[in-house]
């Protein structure tokens, strides 16, 4: 898994590259604290280049989600193929995401 951020004027992107498990709930979470902590709000989470996620995977999601309202910070997330789409319907998630299916619209919405 690899993570990168990016800054489009005040969105700040967390491009996620592989797989989405256990194995990176501390960078991810790293990642999710350090954007917050220096005081970007606008979030969005580019999951275009994910092949796959898990139980912990989700469970990281909303974990990002649930930190970033505590912090007034919105996330969004973008890119998702069917597959994962597929997944956040059948666990009842597609609801708690505000969900984009491309990156630049993500980041216009926060207009």
Do not use: C, P
Not at 29 to 38: A, L, N
Not at 46 to 51: A, E, G, H, P, R
Not at 62 to 69: F, K, P
């Amino acid at each position: 898994m690899k993570i990168n951020t990016q800054n489009y004027n005040d969105v700040t992107v967390i491009e996620l590259q592989g797989e989405i498990d256990g194995d990176i709930a501390d960078a991810l979470k790293d990642t999710v604290v350090e954007t917050v902590t220096i005081g970007r709000t606008r979030v969005v989470i580019d999951m275009s280049n994910v092949s796959s996620i898990d139980g912990q995977g989700l469970e990281l999601l909303l974990w990002a989600r649930e930190y970033g309202r505590r912090n007034r910070t919105q996330l969004k997330l973008a890119g998702l193929d069917e597959t994962l789409d597929k997944i956040l319907e059948i666990t009842g998630l597609q609801t708690e995401f505000d969900r984009h299916t491309e990156l630049a619209e993500a980041v216009r919405s926060f207009a």
